[in-house]
């Protein structure tokens, strides 16, 4: 009988260890009950994992919930069962494909007809994905993570800056550590392509752009926060080949399953950045999960930061938008049935 004593205490030892390292990594839930009753939320990449929950969870404290997606199909279906769940009526599903500056524009023109906007949470990623480029002709990733956001994060200033105190989430990745800025080939043009350097690249500008940002912001009452939420089962990591591998799905998957949380713990941290209490004032910090930690080195580097904001406004060709703030109009967002029914109107009133 002892000679199953040491491996079953060992693989106990190993259990035990990895459901206490699960409980680190996952953070837990937002302690905060704030509510946004009268507040305007816009989500990108909001038709599923982390951005759905975000929505859902934002949706449940009452916000006005705008999901901006890609897939409309997937939106609209994520949009409805949001609105079953949570019983909010106000929740509505938009067009937007960051790997198009003209679709960025297109969802900023629509969003510059909601009367305010109060949270933005810039959530949409892609990761590893093969030598694709966006239809404007940047590397997919920095395109998508960085630079679209980038973009629509600046052509809503305007909306952010009067709705004030409103708050920016930029979410990243612990990824950011291994990233390296090269401002002479951002679009990996020069050199080979690297597919991990390339993610890692994005969300390294992830930080920095927020760091710049909340330096330019300074006393508007628009703060601007970076959160890694933590190690995620979504689809976002579908081009990372582990799924494919029958190594991975079957010996790996147990252990990974210990500690890789679910999409509504890992909405957590960036509901903790729009709503928390204790995120009052606070700006250019980045978080790990839901503890603010510094981030790596890299992110530190304030001429870094004002190099990657010149590059990204040229990129973007940032100086030739001419969106004006509008006079408050009929918003282009359909209502739902569930709330058309019960205002028992046949237009929605801009918020």
């Known amino acids: 009988m002892s000679k199953y004593i040491l491996p079953v205490s060992f693989f106990g030892t190993v259990f035990g260890c990895a459901v206490l390292l699960k409980n ?38 009452g916000g006005r919930i705008i999901m901006g997606c890609r897939d409309m199909d997937k939106c609209e279906a994520a949009a409805k069962e949001i609105r079953g769940k949570t019983l909010n009526p106000h929740v509505y599903a938009c ?25 933005l949470v810039n959530n949409a990623g892609v990761m590893r994905c093969p030598d694709w480029k966006t239809e404007d002709g940047f590397d997919m990733q920095f395109g998508v993570n960085h630079l679209g956001h980038f973009l629509l994060t600046n052509l809503l200033l305007g909306k952010l800056k009067e709705s004030s105190p409103s708050r920016v989430v930029n979410v990243t990745s612990l990824a950011h550590a291994v990233g390296k800025m090269d401002f002479e080939d951002l679009n990996w ?11 890692c690249q994005s969300k390294l500008a ?12 300074q006393g508007s009452g628009v703060t601007v926060n970076a959160v890694h939420p933590g190690i ?22 147990p252990f990974f399953s210990l500690l890789i949380k679910n ?27 839901m503890t603010e930690k510094e981030p790596a080195p890299a992110a530190l580097d304030d001429r870094a930061a004002q190099t990657l904001w010149e590059a990204s406004v040229r990129l973007v060709a940032l100086g030739e938008d001419t969106l004006m703030q509008p006079e408050p109009t009929r918003s282009t967002l359909q209502p739902s049935p569930e709330e058309t029914a019960a205002a028992s109107a046949s237009s929605l009133e801009v918020h």
């Open 263 to 289: 999409p509504e713990l890992g909405a957590q941290p960036s509901v903790f950045l729009a709503v928390s209490e204790e995120m009052e004032g606070v700006t250019g910090r980045y978080y790990d999960v």
């Open 95 to 119: 067009k937007l494909d960051l790997a198009s500056l003209k679709s960025v524009r297109e969802f900023a023109e629509r969003i510059q007809k909601e009367k305010r906007v109060d949270i």
């Open 24 to 61: 680190h990594v996952t953070g837990g839930r937002c302690k905060s009950k704030a509510t946004i009753h009268g507040k305007t939320v816009v989500i990108t990449g909001a038709n599923t994992g982390i951005g759905k929950e975000t929505a859902r969870e934002l949706a449940k404290r």
């Open 232 to 253: 995620v089962a979504t689809e976002l990591g579908r081009h990372t080949g582990l799924h494919q591998s029958q190594f991975s799905s079957t010996v790996l998957s």
């Open 206 to 217: 992830n930080v920095l752009f927020t760091r710049e940002l909340a330096k330019q912001l």
């Open 189 to 199: 043009e020069r050199k080979k392509f690297d597919t991990k350097q390339a993610y």
